[in-house]
Each structure stands twice: as C-alpha cells, then as structure tokens.
C-alpha cells in the first residue's frame, strides 16, 4: 500500500530560526512529489512540486529537497515568520496520478 | 479570481438527515475532487470527476454521492448523515487528473454530526 509518513508531527520554533520537515514514502511507481501550507481554517495552498529528475525547488523562503532513491523528501524553512506557523503536508502523486497525503507537520512559530 | 469556492463553511446536522455540500470552481478546470480531513489523517479522496458528466469513486464513497453536470460545479450529497461523517470536507480542482500542475483547494465545510 502505498504511504506517506511526516515527521516530525509537531513542532515549536523560534521567529528567525529555521527548521526542516521530513517526508518518507513508499509510493511507486512514482510520479512527482508536492509540498502544501495549511493554515488554520484554510485549504491547503501549493508549495513546490517537484518531479523525479528535480533535487531542489525553491519558492521564496520555502526549499524542498527529493531523493528518489531513498524516497524522502525535506521541507526547510529559513528565517521563519509567524506567518509561517501551519500545518505542512507533502503529498506524493504515483504514476497512475493516484495521490498520496501525508497527515501533515504543524509548525508552531513564536515571537 | 475567486479560484474554488464551498458552502456553507459549517453545517450541523443530526443523525440521519440529508444534505449537499456545494463546490464551485472559476478556472474551467476539468478535474475535480472531494476529501475528508480527519484529525491525525492524510486527507482521504471520496469522489472525483474527470470532466462533465464524468464521476468516480475514491478511497472513501461510502455515505457519499456526487454529480458533475457542469465544469463549475462538484457538490457532495450526504445521503443520510452518520456521527462517522463528521470531518472537514474539500474540495478541489485542477486543470486535469494527469498533469504535474497543483490542485486548488476551497477552504473546506466543518461538518459535525450529532
């Protein structure tokens, strides 16, 4: 079956600092890997999308990193903001385009 | 741009009661789709449609119905409302099932079933 799993589940950082998610599947035939923000009561918004040959995708502040040999996947956020703070899904689309979803990292930023 | 948009943004129902959540989308999308987000869970697909007039169903469509008589519109039937369906609910489009583009998300329905 396939699966995603994030890591870590939770967690607290300080405004300025930075932090990097995790994202391990077991997902194959695999097709491309999308990283989402959630914030509170909102639907997810799209933020990278990364297919097998791309190791690095950047979009402002946000870099995912993909390592389609050992399927994992990172979410590095640098000089955080609160507006940072939100939940973090990646999502992981299989050659039949059937997706994937993670439960997700909520990311707490504070002053 | 109002990109995909849901009603109501919450709904209280009791036990066996009918109800449709509405979904609409103004980029001529072709592919749309429903999901329940429970807590501690990825989000589950229940319905997608591949076009109008095109529907199929998902890893959860038990309780669920759907129709696509239009590019716009996506809405969900709860046929007869169970404690079990209470969840937030998305919908989502995207310009088809087989490309690399994002799908778009509405802000999601708080449905709680008494």
């Known amino acids: 079956k396939n699966q995603v799993e994030q890591s870590p589940q939770s967690l607290i950082i300080l405004e300025g600092k930075n932090c990097t998610l995790q994202?391990?599947?077991?997902?194959?035939?695999?097709?491309?890997l999308r990283w989402y923000k959630q914030d509170t009561g909102r639907g997810p918004v799209s933020l990278t999308i990364m297919t097998f040959s791309e190791n690095t995708k950047s979009n402002g502040r946000y870099t995912a990193t993909l390592d389609a040999d050992t399927k994992q996947s990172s979410l590095h956020i640098t000089a955080s903001q609160l507006s940072d703070s939100a939940s973090y899904i990646c999502v992981v689309s299989a050659s039949d385009y059937k997706l994937s979803f993670g439960a997700g990292t909520t990311v707490t930023v504070r002053a | 741009n109002a990109g995909v948009t849901q009603t109501p943004k919450f709904q209280v129902l009791k036990t066996g009661q009918s109800m449709t959540l509405q979904c609409a989308q103004d980029?001529?999308?072709?592919?749309m789709s429903w999901y329940r987000q429970d807590p501690g869970m990825g989000l589950r697909l229940i319905h997608y449609s591949v076009g109008a007039g095109i529907t199929d169903q998902g890893e959860v469509p038990n309780g669920y119905n759907v129709s696509r008589s239009t590019t716009e519109d996506f809405p969900l039937r709860l046929l007869s409302a169970a404690p079990s369906q209470t969840s937030v609910y998305f919908c989502?489009?995207?310009?088809?099932?087989?490309?690399?583009?994002?799908?778009?998300f509405g802000d999601g329905t708080r449905l709680s079933i008494l």
């Open positions: 980029m001529n999308h072709e592919y």
């Open positions: 989502a489009s995207s310009y088809n099932s087989q490309s690399n583009q994002p799908q778009h």
């Open positions: 994202c391990n599947y077991t997902v194959s035939p695999f097709s491309n």
